[in-house]
């Protein structure tokens, strides 16, 4: 686990030497005549300010930021970084409550039992998590029906997302199926995958 917290803070650099690993969970080193290939997997955890300041979408309206500012915040992560993040969530400002009320949803060890069983059904279907999966392997176990895969297409387009983008997608649409433990992917885990991925725009 990578945790990299205030993420544009980060010298640009540093953060597109993490594109590599991301994608193949190697990292080659090369000195003078010799390379040297290391495994380097792990899971990336992140969090960003929404602006410079952090009080963007505020209903307090505290932030002063022009959208200049903003997007120029925004761009010290490039396109080809983000499209190796998997899901992009925005959290909203907790409210200070001394005595907060009961939480909703599930609990730690209901969603943990959830996530176990579907990674059991992964490693039966495929031998490997979701994640790890090839292009062949997407091809066998993230089909799609006709009406589906056209939707997804033009949703693709709509968003201008990458073609590795649209992958990583699939893949996160296959999860929140197996979660439910269902075989076929639907249009319902299509949508709420494309929720998870930000607009290139």
Same mark, same amino acid.
């Given at each position: 686990?990578?945790?990299?917290? /205030?993420?544009?803070e &980060?010298?640009?650099?540093?953060?597109?030497v993490?594109?590599?690993?991301?994608?193949?969970?190697?990292?080659?080193?090369?000195?003078? +005549? #010799? +390379?040297?290939r &290391?495994?380097?997997?792990?899971?990336?955890? *992140? =969090?960003?300010?929404?602006? %410079? @300041?952090?009080?963007?979408?505020?209903?307090?309206?505290? @932030?002063?930021?022009?959208? /200049?500012?903003i997007?120029?915040?925004?761009?010290?992560?490039?396109? %080809?970084?983000? #499209?190796?993040? #998997?899901?992009?969530?925005?959290?909203?400002? $907790?409210?200070?409550?001394?005595?907060?009320?009961? !939480?909703?949803?599930?609990?730690?060890?209901?969603?943990? &039992?959830?996530?176990? !069983?579907?990674? /059991?059904?992964?490693?039966?279907?495929?031998? @490997? *998590?979701? *994640?790890?999966?090839?292009?062949?392997?997407?091809? !066998?176990?993230?089909?799609?029906?006709?009406?589906?895969?056209?939707?997804?297409?033009?949703? @693709?387009?709509?968003?201008?997302?990458?073609?590795?983008?649209?992958?990583?997608?699939?893949?996160?649409?296959?999860?929140?199926?197996?979660? $439910?433990?269902? /075989?076929?992917?639907?249009?319902?885990?299509? =949508?709420?995958?494309? !929720?998870?991925?930000?607009?290139?725009?």
């Amino acid at each position: 686990m990578l945790f990299l917290d /205030e993420l544009p803070e &980060f010298d640009r650099k540093v953060l597109e030497v993490l594109r590599e690993p991301l994608e193949s969970g190697h990292i080659v080193i090369a000195r003078a +005549r #010799d +390379r040297v290939r &290391f495994p380097a997997r792990f899971q990336l955890v *992140a =969090a960003m300010n929404p602006c %410079p @300041c952090g009080y963007l979408g505020e209903p307090t309206g505290r @932030c002063r930021c022009s959208t /200049e500012q903003i997007q120029r915040y925004r761009n010290k992560l490039s396109g %080809p970084l983000l #499209d190796r993040i #998997d899901l992009h969530l925005t959290v909203a400002r $907790e409210a200070t409550a001394l005595n907060p009320g009961p !939480q909703t949803g599930d609990d730690t060890a209901s969603a943990a &039992f959830l996530v176990a !069983q579907a990674r /059991e059904l992964q490693q039966k279907r495929q031998g @490997c *998590a979701n *994640a790890f999966l090839d292009l062949p392997g997407l091809r !066998q176990h993230c089909a799609l029906l006709p009406a589906d895969e056209t939707w997804l297409e033009t949703a @693709c387009e709509r968003l201008t997302l990458s073609l590795r983008a649209a992958h990583r997608l699939l893949k996160v649409a296959r999860t929140l199926a197996d979660l $439910e433990q269902v /075989e076929a992917i639907g249009r319902h885990h299509l =949508a709420e995958a494309l !929720q998870y991925r930000p607009s290139s725009n």
